[in-house]
């Protein structure tokens, strides 16, 4: 350590060290009021990373409180485009696109009847349904597909005590609606059974 002697008094360039614990030292020189202490240096924080882990860290000189870290880049939001295609693997799925993904039904309708009337109970894109005649139902997509190209699988819930068993039949009639026909598979009259369906394709 370079230092002076003035009137008695002997002056040392500050040699003080930052740390975790306190030490009294052992050097006896003096500093003065307008001395300079090393507290930060020139050196950019650390970039953050997703999933990393903290760390105490090994540097001898302390952060500015205006300091910034550099921060990683979020991976972009999947496009329709991509979710449709369904290959891309370095995009993140956002909530309001994950139904453009092929494996993703598009709607569902669980219809019940009361005298003759069709309810959509519970559904999902689903805008309406109309009553087409006894055993026939008509649902009308809230969001369209693309065209009349898609798959609907059905099931029916028996409840009228004649019927041994009931079967349904569905049409795309368009990319915005189609219809469902149910009928006593014994029988072959159209008859009115609870409806559970769901949707698949492209919208």
Known sequence: MAFTKTAGVEYGTPAITLSTTAASGSNQTAIRTDGQLIAFDAVD??????????????????????????????TAAATQAQMEAASVTDAYVSPGRIKYDPGVFKGFAYITFSGGTPTATDSQNVSSIADKGTGETRIYWDTDFDSANYIVIGNTRQVESTSTSSLLTTNQVSEAEMDVITYNSTSGVAIDEVLMLAAWGLQ
């Not at 999933?51 to 952060?63: D, E, F, L, Q």
């Open 45 to 74: 924080p650390t970039t953050l990373s997703s999933g990393g882990s903290s760390s105490v860290g090994t540097a001898a000189v302390a952060s500015r409180r205006d300091h910034a870290h550099a921060i990683f880049t979020v």
